[in-house]
């Protein structure tokens, strides 16, 4: 099997973007580690380069970006004033592509389709429909919109690599999983398939006037949605890129294999990993991933996957990547692997702590070899508590890395909204309340629980090797990890017991010779006591420290569970 030889970085922050001293960071570690691509991700990001000049009254047929800026300089000043700006940007641009084809790495794009400016609807005034909803399916937007778009893109930026692009996603301004908004007839009709393969072909074809490539990328829901995309996929021209998520729907290291791998006929593919952890831990809770990476990169290689795309950050929490946290070591580890499966796990700690200058210089050869062993030891202990702390029976039991709000919520977003069950039919009752699966639930989280406070008393034992600021920042990671976790057992209990008071009857023993109700009111008191305990730590007063281990989130989820004890107790 073959190399992977697409080696991208995704940064999603987009103040890291357009942060230039953070660009070159990330060219610096690129080199160093053979990455070939960088990818910014940002909706919209091409709607601060292009105008597009043509619907605020240009030609259509510009020969240059100038050309069309000057076709429309005095409508932009009058009707769309913060478009003057896209200058400066496209200068910006140009120059970190200069910089980047100088390292050996290609600049990307990704973003959403469809995405627009509002001034569009002027031109078109027939999009908007009677009740203010746009139309998605007007053929305007692939017979004249999207082929002037990304024309006038590649006149602004024209070293641009390509772009990577979502279609039919809800997060896109508009898509056709919005079609219930609008009620035209064309709407009512449409197959999505042919929105799909519509939207894409209007892509195509500047894109291969211009050279560049197209990368089509699966954000879909359901298998259905897949099943869709797929079908259009395959009538597409063969050059065109698929982008598949290591796992469907979205970066949940607990689900299956994304099953669209090595089914989409002679297109080419890559994979997308997110070494930072949106949905375990954001980097703040450690958690190096390096065995499921390793799998992941391999499964993917006997699927034909010939590239990977590596996000370090997410559009969530500004300013905070992997390259501020532990969670580094998966970013050394997926670069590593993409070039050689049977690389060691202690030479990428090595290549990790030497290449973030972590390392003690002083340290003698066996000293070393003491210090790369205690910390693989420590790192790879990680992910064990994480699966078992931010995932119920395998279903995503957090906001985003976040506790939520009520238990509800959960209910709905790891239940229904990020469905495990959608993929893996055997999950149908993982969140099922039966006495049997309360106790392996709760287990679960005391398991996590035990073996976290552990772990974190052995970070705290010596300082194995490290600098005095490497220690110290392992230290304050693992002392919030050891909250973290702490707060989410107590979350779990609280869901629990919180629905089988509202949903059955409160009074029946479930552990410990407990009742529902007594292990409630129990949960409850010691959320409270934790609720004290958090805002007396340091946490609180250091972002991103402090969105995760948020008082006013424990306080609003306790309120919800006494709610829930009270309706309980009034209705038995």
Known sequence: MKNYTFRAMEIHDFTQIWNLDEIRRRLDFMVRNDMNAMVFHEPGIEDKIVFPAKFLGGSGNPKSYYDAFLEV??????????????????????????EAKS????????????WFSDFVLKYKKELMQ????????????????????????????????GIICSIGTGEA????????????ERCRNLDPVEWYKNIIMAMYKPFKEAGKKLIIRDLIYTKAEQERFQKAFLDMP???VLALKNTPHDFYPTFPDNPLMGKVGCHPQITEYDVNGQFFGWGVQPSAMLADIKRRLKYGKEHNVTGFLARTDWEGVQDWTCFDNLNMVNLYAIAAYA???????????????????MLDEKLDPGQLKHCICRIKEIMDSTWPIV????????????NDSCMHLTPDQFTFIGGTHHSLSEWDPEKKDALEMSPDNIRMIVEDKEEAYRKCEALSDKVLEENMGLTEEAYTKMKEHFEFMRWYVRGFRLTARGYCFGRYVKEKDGRDLLLEGKSA???????????????DGLIHTSFITKYPFDAQLNPERVAFYTDALKTMLKEGKRDD
């Open 130 to 161: 009677a009740d203010g909803t746009i139309c998605p399916s007007n053929p305007f937007w692939y017979e004249e919109f999207l082929p002037y778009k990304y024309k006038e893109l590649f006149l602004a930026l024209p070293d641009l690599a």
């Open 238 to 240: 063969d050059d065109i």
């Open 517 to 531: 109700f007594q292990l409630l009111e129990e949960t409850i008191q010691e959320m409270e006591t934790y609720m």
């Open 173 to 184: 301004r508009l898509a056709i999983s919005n079609t219930f908004a609008c009620g035209c």
């Open 73 to 98: 300089d005095h409508p932009i000043l009058d009707h769309a004033l913060r478009e003057n700006l896209n200058l400066n940007r496209r200068d910006y641009i140009n120059h970190v592509i200069r």
């Open 387 to 398: 699966e078992k702390t931010n995932f119920v029976n395998g279903c995503l039991f957090s």
């Open 339 to 357: 070039q050689d499966e049977d690389v060691s796990e202690e030479e990428i700690y090595f290549r990790w702590l030497q290449g973030e200058r």
């Open 103 to 114: 390292a050996g790495v290609s600049i990307y794009f990704e973003n959403k389709e469809l």
